[in-house]
């Protein structure tokens, strides 16, 4: 057991640097530097050496990689070439909370709202609910959550007036503050999931009412209820699992769009603002970031595989 | 004998149009005009602005930024030696921290500075504040990329506690405009204790003179500034608090604003202007300004090296057209790059005049069928998203030169690169604006003199040269025009660039906002501001 945790460990630690070289090296063949954009307009030569030399950009790149890689490790990340930002504050401190407490409720949401609704699809299965549901998940995965998140404020915020449409609130200072600025993000976010959970719970569902076990639990005379809410679902837990562990790579993509559109300081709006300024040292952090959060949720995932099926249990 | 120190109050205080912000003389009519609706406990005013931002915000270090929507912000947190001022009809330069301005024999200015200024950090704003603040600018390590406006500095003096000399090897019209890039604010004093306290970190740790102290700056998110009490126009500022929102999406911002959840918008992208003008409980301001829209063409590589070609594009782009489909309608078409605000040096007849760049696609196909280069040609235009009207002026403009046998093919690139690609000159057509100038010789001086650093288009002339210097060392207005004026035909006939707009400069603001003194510098000024 030891073994196999230092194994994965050592696999972690192993990923986390291929990711850093890939992602440093990627930037840096990249057209563009800080200081061509932190100069702008009042570009001349003198203040771009200069401000090379002070930033340390002048330097090989393998070098400044292990002076970053050195310091990262070390828990010094820096400060951002132009805005002078603490690093780690600003990702980990500022951003970080942000994307968590979207993907989770937009995460929430989609199961809350995604199982119930397929599993009656799949209990249903060919009457009006179920067609109605169909069309509403084939429009979900297919309905660009960008459009969404500008349909959701124009009609929400602009012309209903009910909810913020910008800006985040911590839940953990001001919670009913927090829930009505996490409303709508959530929401658009959470459609894709919201659409595909729907589809999963119903096929898998679908499948393994037709299982003999299920026919055994009918026969045995259990309410319907608790054959289709117990029996049923609990077997469908595993795929649906693998999937959200899957998907949480595309959850994250869909939070940099959903953060653009409600103004979240979040860690895709960080990512993307600091590949267009090239800030290195933010990329390389907020790289790490989502890196770490991946691999923690496979290894989530893959924990939680014993607790969902006994016979995965070791012996 | 000619009192220069007129005639520079007269043209450099007295006529450009910049995008920046002011305040200050005016305070005293605002607050006659305020008074009433304030919902603070204050005497005047009160209350907290949140305003969208949708500019890029690099450094709250004046002497380091690059960028107007950080200046707008600098100008709310420092004071500069001079500032800028609008009536409504000319800006003017008048002094700020300073009291008094002295001109002796052309190049030597005094400034005798307000007494008992302190910064933010309560240490004193007197001349050797001064002094120190324009030495980090001038010869400061690291170099800010503002050196060189004071490449023509001699000396700087302390004469006494609250007197300060700048000596310059030459008549300096320019100086007012050019003591810093931060628009509007000519000469932004920064506190010395503070640059030594925060070091390199200054830009996030701002402390200046200004009505609003510094608060705090989340990155991706708020930058918020509250009320100095000890700010020394009396009376000023009325709001106790502003939070500029760091908005990315534009769409996002204008939502924001229509549903109430800002009170202002420091830059209203032209799309949608429209949309906001058409509500009854938002003001928008916008004036054309000191700028330019071009298409540059590179000089100094095939096909655009030959003069007839370049000549061509200048005269087959359709400027009304470009105008409706690039900017919705909000410019006016340019015939040569003097600006309206600069009014001093602008022609009102230049449409009429026959003068400059202007749309005419016979002479197009004339100087087409002159050109040495024949046949259909398929240059590299580098273009990118990025900015106020984004790839749209490349649209409108690419059946224009179809007209001239001219194919260009488009390269969209983000901006890190594009800013790339355009210094190092891989490129055959690009398209540009040059902002918030103030003054001809900021306007094409840098842009266009054998190689400058903005002189992207690569484009010499020796005439223009000795025009554009001949107008830097004279102050008298009447000369400098006709140097302007010819120096300006040149460059149109020459064609380094197609000539295209001048654009006005929105910001939007709710009811509620009251005394906003719009300066068509692109400045956002609070010092007057409250909520109603």
């Known amino acids: 057991m030891l073994l196999f945790a230092a194994g994965k460990v050592l696999q972690t630690l192993m990923v986390l640097l291929i990711v850093s070289v890939v992602s440093f090296t990627l930037l840096k063949l990249a057209p563009g530097d800080p200081i061509q954009i932190m100069l702008g307009t009042e570009n001349s030569p003198e203040a771009y050496a200069s401000l090379m030399k002070q930033l340390g950009l002048d330097r090989p790149m393998v070098e400044q990689y292990f002076h970053w890689l050195k310091n990262f490790v070390t828990g010094d990340w820096g400060v951002s070439y132009v805005g002078k930002a603490p690093i780690f504050q600003y990702a980990f401190v500022e951003a970080l909370p942000v994307t968590l407490t979207l993907a989770a409720s937009a995460l929430a949401l989609s199961i809350l709202i995604g199982v119930p609704l397929g599993v009656l699809s799949a209990t249903r299965r060919g009457s009006g609910w179920d067609a109605i549901t169909s069309v509403f998940t084939l429009t979900g995965t297919s309905f660009p959550s960008f459009y969404l998140g500008i349909l959701l404020i124009w009609l929400f915020g602009v012309k209903l007036g009910l909810f913020p449409t910008m800006g985040f609130v911590a839940p953990w200072n001001d919670f009913w503050g927090g829930v009505a600025h996490m409303t709508l993000p959530a929401i658009t976010l959470s459609i894709y999931f919201l659409a595909m959970i729907v589809r999963m719970t119903r096929a898998n569902l679908i499948e393994v009412l037709e299982q003999p076990y299920i026919a055994a639990a009918r026969a045995r005379g259990e309410p319907n209820w608790r054959v289709v809410w117990v029996h049923g679902l609990r077997n469908i837990l595993m795929p649906l699992v693998t999937i959200l562990g899957l998907q949480l790579g595309a959850l994250l993509q869909g939070a940099v769009l959903t953060e653009t559109v409600f103004s979240l300081p979040g860690i895709g709006q960080m990512i993307t603002n600091a590949v267009l300024n090239r800030e290195y040292g933010i990329v390389q952090a907020g790289v790490m970031i989502t890196a770490c959060l991946f691999i923690t949720t496979n290894l989530l995932v893959d924990l939680a595989y014993p607790y969902l099926d006994p016979r995965l249990r070791p012996r | 004998m000619v009192d ?468 830097q060392d004279t102050l008298d207005v009447a000369k400098r025009k006709e140097y302007y004026t010819e120096a300006c035909d040149i460059l149109m006939n020459e064609a380094p660039i197609a000539i295209v707009s001048h654009m006005p400069v929105f910001k939007a603001f709710s009811q509620k906002v009251k005394d906003f003194k719009y300066i068509p510098v692109d400045s956002l000024n609070l010092h007057t501001v409250s909520l109603g």
Not at chain 2, 155 to 180: I, M, W
Not at chain 2, 437 to 446: A, G, M, N
């Open chain 2, 4 to 471: 220069h120190k007129s005639i520079l109050e007269e043209r450099v205080l007295g006529s450009i149009n910049r995008r920046d912000l002011m305040r200050g003389l005016g305070a005293g009519t605002a607050v006659l005009a305020t008074g009433l609706g304030s919902r603070s406990a204050h005497a005047n005013g009160g209350g907290h602005i949140r305003l969208g931002w949708i500019d890029h915000v690099d450094t709250l270090d004046p002497h380091f930024t690059g960028f107007l929507g950080a200046v707008k912000i600098h100008n709310n947190i420092y004071n500069g030696l001079l500032k800028v001022e609008y009536d409504g009809k000319r800006v003017s330069f008048v002094p700020d921290l300073a009291q008094t301005w002295e001109i002796q024999d052309d190049k030597v200015h005094t400034f005798k500075l307000r007494p008992g200024v302190k910064f933010h950090d309560g240490t004193p704003c007197d001349a050797e504040a001064v002094k120190w603040s324009v030495e980090r600018v001038w010869k400061g390590t690291p170099r800010s990329p503002h050196a060189w406006k004071y490449k023509e500095l001699a000396s700087v003096e302390v004469l006494d506690p609250l007197t300060v000399r700048l000596t310059f090897n030459k008549p300096y019209a320019f100086l007012p405009v050019a003591l810093t890039g931060s628009t509007g604010r000519a000469g932004t004093i920064v506190s010395k204790a503070a640059v030594e306290k925060y070091g390199d970190k200054f830009g996030r740790n701002p402390v200046g003179t200004g009505p609003f102290k510094f608060v705090s700056w989340r990155e991706n998110d708020a930058i918020v500034i509250e009320k100095n009490p000890d700010y020394f126009e009396k009376g000023l500022p009325k709001l106790d608090r502003a939070t500029f929102l760091l908005m990315k999406e534009p769409s996002a911002a204008i939502a924001a604003m229509l549903s109430g959840q800002i009170d202002g918008l420091g830059d209203v992208p032209v799309q949608f202007v429209s949309q906001l003008r058409a509500q009854k409980n938002l003001q928008v301001y916008g004036e054309i300004e000191g700028n330019y829209v071009y298409v540059g063409m590179n000089c100094k590589r095939a096909p655009f090296d030959d003069m007839d070609l370049r000549r061509a594009v200048a005269f087959a782009i359709n400027r009304e057209v470009a105008i409706k489909q690039a900017f919705f309608g909000h410019a006016i078409p340019a015939y040569t790059p003097i600006s309206p605000p600069m009014t001093d040096f602008y022609d009102p007849d230049v449409a009429k005049s026959g003068r400059g760049q202007s749309f005419d696609l016979a002479k197009a196909k004339e100087f087409r069928a002159k050109s040495k280069v024949k046949g259909t040609i398929e240059p590299l235009f580098l273009a990118s998203e990025s900015g106020l009207f984004g790839t749209r002026l490349v649209q409108s403009v690419l059946p224009m030169l179809a007209a001239i046998d001219t194919k260009p093919k488009i390269e969209v690139v983000e901006r890190a690169a594009w800013i790339q690609r355009r210094n190092s000159g891989e490129w055959d057509l690009f398209d540009f604006t040059w902002w918030a100038d103030l003054d001809p010789d900021e306007t094409i001086t840098p842009e266009f003199r054998t190689g400058e650093a903005w002189n992207y288009p690569g484009w010499s002339n020796k005439r223009f040269d000795e025009l554009v210097n001949a107008a």
